[in-house]
């Protein structure tokens, strides 16, 4: 049964920073692009990050591009992301997604979110 689970949300202030853990198990996710959406309150989920197996060309919302990177460690299976200068605009439910190939659009598999909140 592939699992992903995201650990690491919370509240913070603005100008602040958090790191997002995403581990995946059950299957091989080599090959697989991995990465994050986020879905805020009222509004549609909309993509943030991903990155591919071989962690070459990571890329970006551009609303988030020069403040979050995304990272991974195929040896533990687990994708992060490490947030910065956050925004209350940057408040939401962020989910870890996984899809075989090169671009993350639809996601195979999903975890169940963690709750990012950033007060002003």
């Known amino acids: 049964q592939v699992q992903l689970v995201e650990s690491g949300g919370g509240l913070v202030q603005a100008g602040g920073s958090l790191r997002l853990s995403c581990a995946a198990s059950?299957?091989?996710?080599?090959?697989?692009?991995m990465g994050w959406f986020r879905q805020a309150p009222g509004k549609e989920r909309e993509f943030v990050a991903a990155?591919?197996?071989?962690?070459?060309?990571?890329y970006y919302a551009d609303s988030v591009k020069g403040r979050f990177i995304i990272s991974r460690d195929n040896a533990k299976n687990t994708v992060y992301l490490q947030m910065n200068s956050l925004k209350p605009e940057d408040t939401a439910v962020y989910y870890c997604?996984?899809?075989?190939?090169?671009?993350?659009?639809?996601?195979?598999?999903w975890g169940q979110g963690t709750q990012v909140t950033v007060s002003s």
């Open positions: 990155i591919r197996w071989d962690g070459v060309n990571p």
């Open positions: 997604a996984a899809q075989n190939g090169r671009a993350l659009t639809r996601g195979d598999y």
């Open positions: 059950g299957r091989t996710f080599s090959n697989y692009v």
